[in-house]
Each structure stands twice: as C-alpha cells, then as structure tokens.
C-alpha cells in the first residue's frame, strides 16, 4: 500500500535551516507530482510547494518562496524540502502528499519548531 514517512523535523532558532525528507512505498514514485503540506497551531492546513514527476518544475506559496527549496530523488523513492532562514511563523506539522487517480495520500507529518 501507499506509505509516506516524513523526517527532519525539530527545533532551531529563527535564521536557522532544516531539511525534511518523505520517505515514500507503494507506488511508482517518478510517475507523480509531490507535495508539501503544513499545517501551524490553530491554522488550517496549507500548501507549501511541489514538484513535478520529472523534478524539473516547482511551484511555492509566496510565503515560503525564495526561502524553501523542493527536490526529489527518482531513483531513491525520496522527496526533500530544505528550509532556510526559517522563521517563527514556520512553526507547524510539516506533511507531504502525493495524489495518485484522485486519490490523496499523506504522512503522518514531522513537527517544525521555530524558536529563540
């Protein structure tokens, strides 16, 4: 079945980087788009980037833009989101997701926590 498992997360301070990583099975991974998800406290889940099947085309929200890098590795089943000059209001559960014939898959989510 289609498994997702995010990693990397933790607390830093703001200025400071994180890089998060989905693990992904069940599924022909280089065939899909991947996503980004966070979601902060008290807030409705939002979209952060994705990336296309072949990793040649990305796409971000503008408050991560400039800021957070998406890549994925075909060969390794993996898709990475390196967050730089992270910020307070970068606090959240950070998921990935992928969508396959309309049908929404995610994991279980890793926590981010900015803070001096």
């Known amino acids: 079945q289609v498994q997702l498992v995010e990693s990397g997360g933790g607390l830093v301070r703001p200025g400071e980087s994180l890089k998060l990583s989905c693990a992904t099975s069940?599924?022909?991974?280089?065939?899909?788009?991947m996503s980004w998800f966070r979601q902060g406290p008290g807030k409705e889940r939002e979209f952060i980037a994705h990336?296309?099947?072949?990793?040649?085309?990305?796409n971000y929200s503008d408050s991560v833009k400039g800021r957070f890098t998406i890549s994925r590795d075909n060969a390794k089943d993996t898709s990475d989101l390196q967050m730089n000059s992270l910020k307070s209001e970068d606090t959240g559960v950070y998921y990935c997701?992928?969508?396959?014939?309309?049908?929404?898959?995610w994991g279980q989510g890793t926590q981010v926590t900015v803070s001096s």
């Open positions: 069940g599924f022909d991974f280089s065939l899909y788009y």
């Open positions: 990336i296309n099947p072949r990793g040649d085309y990305t």
């Open positions: 997701k992928v969508e396959i014939y309309g049908s929404e898959y």
